[in-house]
């Protein structure tokens, strides 16, 4: 496996004017960047995600597949906020010493895609062929298309415009049980201690959300564990979900990337909704899931319809919102079959590499 890369940025603003200071973003790469500088194609990562494109969307990269390698110059940052390498709470805090912690300010959608825009600059992109994401990667990607003019095409998997009531809802419940866990201490809680039990309980919540009732039933029914006085089967997979994401992630990130999440908006300070979706001049295709209870088919449907040059694709399976992780070959034959039809587009303008300079 290749290595994580890091990119390290002197200082970076946010949009809420906070200047975080030795910023590193780690990210991976695969393929190569044409003579041209115009192959290039971001992956934005789900919630709890990595840069680790081959880990987890494994049947859509590579020769032949709609992340060609062979073709594409492909690139996936871990999102900020996050504890997989990019700068967030459990990063340094260069002024005082320590870990940010709680201190960690709350990055927009729009701030994660102007970061990721730096380290494009720095790569020497000078033309983006396609963004794709999917859930909070399809907010990041979607984002992309309305700020950055050399885009070509935009994948949209599973996702929204905005940040519905409903999954705003779903967030806060998960917070609130990180809140109550003693542990939690604000937020400023000892490494050694941190609120294993409720970031546990908000994991499980979110599984719930990323599942359907009709999977759970065919999968687990009312099943028991082998031995008697054993939880059902449902209860033990919850609470084994529960135990590996406090092994491998940071309470503090998942409160901040779910805030993050709740920023979303392509509306906010631009405008009418519709008639933003409206200024989408990239080519476009929107996958919903027609099981998924978190991002409903009716919220790509809307993108579909008020995007100009979109084309709706629905997977269809039992697994809700998690189908754009689980059904991969699916997404893969989409996804490749859209690009096999979108390929002659008007040449965007080629990026501009003196466009950010205020941030290094």
Same mark, same amino acid.
């Given at each position: 496996m290749p290595?994580?890369?890091? %990119?390290?940025?002197?200082?970076?603003?946010?949009?809420? +004017?906070t200047t975080l200071n030795d910023v590193n973003v780690a990210y991976r790469t695969w393929g190569? =960047?044409?003579?041209?500088?115009? !192959?290039?194609?971001? &992956?934005?990562?789900?919630?709890? +995600?990595?840069? !680790?494109?081959?880990?987890?969307?494994?049947?859509?990269?590579?020769? @032949?597949?709609? =992340?060609?390698?062979?073709?594409?110059?492909?690139?996936?940052?871990n999102l900020l906020g996050s504890c997989y390498g990019t700068t967030g709470p459990t990063s340094i805090n260069s002024e005082t010493g320590q870990p940010y912690a709680s201190s960690f300010p709350v990055p927009t959608i729009r701030d994660n895609v102007r970061l990721q825009q730096r380290l494009l600059d720095r790569l020497g992109v000078r033309q983006l062929e396609m963004v794709i994401g999917g859930s909070i990667g399809g907010?990041?990607?979607?984002?992309? /298309?309305?700020?950055?003019?050399? =885009?070509?095409?935009?994948?949209?998997?599973?996702?929204? @415009?905005?940040?519905s009531a409903w999954c705003i809802g779903w967030t806060e419940a998960q917070r609130q049980a990180i809140y109550a866990d003693p542990d939690w201490k604000g937020g400023n809680y000892s490494p050694d201690r941190p609120p294993i039990a409720g970031l546990a309980s908000a994991r499980m919540m979110a599984m719930l959300s990323y599942r359907t009732p009709a999977s759970f039933s065919e999968r687990f029914g009312r099943e028991v564990m082998t031995s008697a006085g054993e939880?059902?089967?449902?209860?033990?997979?919850?609470?084994?979900? +529960?135990?590996? $994401?406090?092994?491998?992630?940071?309470?503090?990130?998942?409160?901040?990337?779910?805030?993050?999440?709740?920023?979303?908006d392509v509306a906010r300070n631009r405008g009418k909704y519709e008639d933003i979706l409206g200024s989408v001049r990239?080519?476009?295709?929107? &996958? @919903?899931?027609?099981?998924?209870?978190?991002?409903?088919?009716?919220?790509?449907?809307? =993108?579909?319809?008020?995007?100009?040059?979109?084309? $709706? /694709?629905?997977?269809?399976?039992?697994? +809700?919102?998690?189908?754009?992780l689980l059904e991969g070959a699916k997404l893969n034959s989409v996804v490749q079959s859209w690009m096999g039809r979108s390929?002659? &587009?008007?040449?965007?303008?080629?990026?501009? %590499?003196?466009?950010?300079q205020t941030e290094q």
């Open positions: 290595e994580v890369l890091i %990119e390290s940025f002197s200082r970076f603003q946010l949009e809420d +004017g190569k =960047l044409n003579a041209s500088k115009d !192959n290039a194609v971001v &992956v934005c990562h789900s919630l709890s +995600g990595d840069s !680790n494109v081959d880990a987890w969307w494994t049947p859509l990269i590579g020769p @032949g597949r709609a =992340l060609c390698t062979d073709q594409y110059f492909v690139v996936c940052a907010m990041i990607a979607i984002e992309f /298309a309305l700020m950055e003019p050399t =885009l070509k095409r935009l994948v949209a998997v599973a996702t929204s @415009g905005r940040h939880p059902f089967l449902v209860e033990s997979y919850l609470r084994y979900q +529960g135990d590996k $994401l406090v092994h491998r992630f940071d309470a503090n990130s998942y409160v901040r990337l779910t805030q993050t999440s709740n920023s979303h990239q080519q476009t295709l929107i &996958v @919903g899931v027609d099981t998924d209870i978190l991002f409903p088919l009716n919220e790509q449907q809307e =993108l579909a319809r008020c995007i100009p040059d979109a084309e $709706l /694709a629905v997977l269809r399976s039992p697994h +809700g919102h998690d189908a754009f390929r002659s &587009v008007p040449k965007p303008p080629q990026r501009e %590499e003196h466009a950010h």
